[in-house]
């Protein structure tokens, strides 16, 4: 096979739980660590395997099928095996498909940034706009990210596409504080990808310098995956990101790995409680001891926080009640185009949420 992909036959043997077994024992035996000349070495294997359950016409077909495998298991994470099912294969049809059309969509730019409110309920005011982009498909009408993210960081898009959403809503939130006289911040979501590449910190700056925008209201969210990979460059990244004088929040808290000691480490000015604990915070008595503890925890720590998800005037007075100063959801507003900002900057801030 290629460089470091090894190929195993086992023969004779169509039962699933007797290849799972040994895929596992495969894995379990290379994970310890061996001596070559004195030097410790470490590897992980991942395992994709292909059985004759699967009729296919040749070897060729197999190895195909078990590379598939193979990939499926590196994307759960290391030291995994996978079998293949054909589902896997149609999903990557379906895959491939939708990756060409994004790849046509990004040449076209059938892209829109939707922006939406984050409001302070001390100062009764717009605080920030959250950048939320979306796929205007010609057939489909507006397609969620969720759908197309992962799909465009695989072809290589997502840095040119995040790049574009933070100038264009940087330049765009610029120039609406500048006409209404106020001053408001622009939240960007930034992909783990973007804090592999040393060039981030250049763009921002770049940014900041085109659009005139002051530094402190450029936020950028990243989330808990970022620091996954390689912590070291993120952190360096993150580092002089903060050097330039822009903001970092940190994303959907609580739905990744980030223990609570790491908050202390990050170089971080927010906290943003992900919705899922928001949901049944007016039924839920454990959620609503979480949220109550991130807000808590939050003020120690000198951070800002953010509850996202914000649903109901219930939801909203719980959580004020609680002392979190910024609110988003779709109580005070779902995200919307920049045509509609204006108006609803000023529902917003008529509106009392309160009562
Ligand atoms: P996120 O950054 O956590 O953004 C909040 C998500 O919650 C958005 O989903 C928003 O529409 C939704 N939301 C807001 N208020 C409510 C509410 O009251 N209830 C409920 N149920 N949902 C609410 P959306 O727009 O589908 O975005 C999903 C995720 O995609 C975002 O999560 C963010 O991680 C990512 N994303 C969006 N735009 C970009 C982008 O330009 N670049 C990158 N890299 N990621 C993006
Ligand atoms: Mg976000
Ligand atoms: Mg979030």
Redesign the pocket.
């Known amino acids: 096979m290629t460089g470091d992909e090894f190929a195993i036959v086992i023969k004779d043997q169509n039962n699933i739980d007797e290849v799972s077994k040994i895929s596992q024992k495969l894995i379990t035996f290379l994970s310890n660590p061996f001596k070559v000349v004195q030097n410790e070495i470490f590897i992980t294997l991942s395992i994709g395997v292909v059985t004759n359950q699967i009729k296919s016409d040749s070897a060729k077909d197999y190895l195909r099928d078990a590379e598939i495998a193979l990939n499926k298991a590196k994307k759960v994470g290391r030291g995994k095996f996978k079998i293949f099912d054909k589902k896997m294969y149609t999903n990557l049809l379906q895959q491939w498909n939708l990756e060409s059309e994004l790849q046509k969509a990004f040449k076209n730019n059938d892209f829109e940034i939707f922006y939406?409110p984050i409001y302070s309920v001390s100062r009764k005011k717009v605080y920030s706009f959250?950048?939320?982009?979306r796929w205007n498909h010609p057939r489909f009408g507006y397609i969620?990210?969720?759908k197309f993210?992962q799909s465009a960081e695989d072809i290589g898009i997502?840095n040119p596409?995040?790049r574009w959403?933070m100038y264009r809503g940087s330049n765009n939130i610029k120039e609406l504080s500048k006409s209404l006289g106020e001053d408001f911040n622009i939240s960007i979501?930034?992909?783990p990808v973007q804090f592999a590449l040393s060039s981030l910190p250049i763009y921002v700056k770049e940014v900041i310098k085109k659009t005139n925008i002051k530094p402190s209201s450029l936020h950028l969210?990243i989330?808990e995956n970022t620091l996954l990979s390689d912590i070291k460059s993120a952190l360096r990244i993150m580092h002089s990101l903060k050097d330039l004088g822009v903001q970092l929040t940190l994303?959907?808290f609580g739905t990744g790995f980030a223990s609570l000691s790491y908050l202390r480490k990050l170089p971080i000015d927010t906290l943003k409680i992900d919705?899922s604990f928001i949901r049944d915070i007016t039924t839920d008595t454990q959620d609503r001891a979480v949220v109550d503890m991130l807000i808590k925890l939050s003020k120690e720590l000198n951070l800002n926080v953010i509850a996202?998800?914000?649903?109901t005037k219930k939801e909203y007075k719980m959580i004020t009640q609680m002392g979190c100063d910024f609110v988003?959801?779709?109580?005070i507003s779902r995200?919307i185009r920049f045509s509609k900002l204006q108006k609803s900057i000023t529902n917003i801030q008529t509106k009392n949420y309160d009562n």
Do not use: A, C, R
Request: aromatic content about 6%; charged content about 30%; hydrophobic content about 25%.
């Open positions: 939406q959250e950048t939320l982009i969620s990210p969720k993210l997502i596409l995040d959403v979501n930034l992909s969210e989330t994303d959907d919705k996202e998800g914000i649903e988003q959801g779709y109580y995200p």
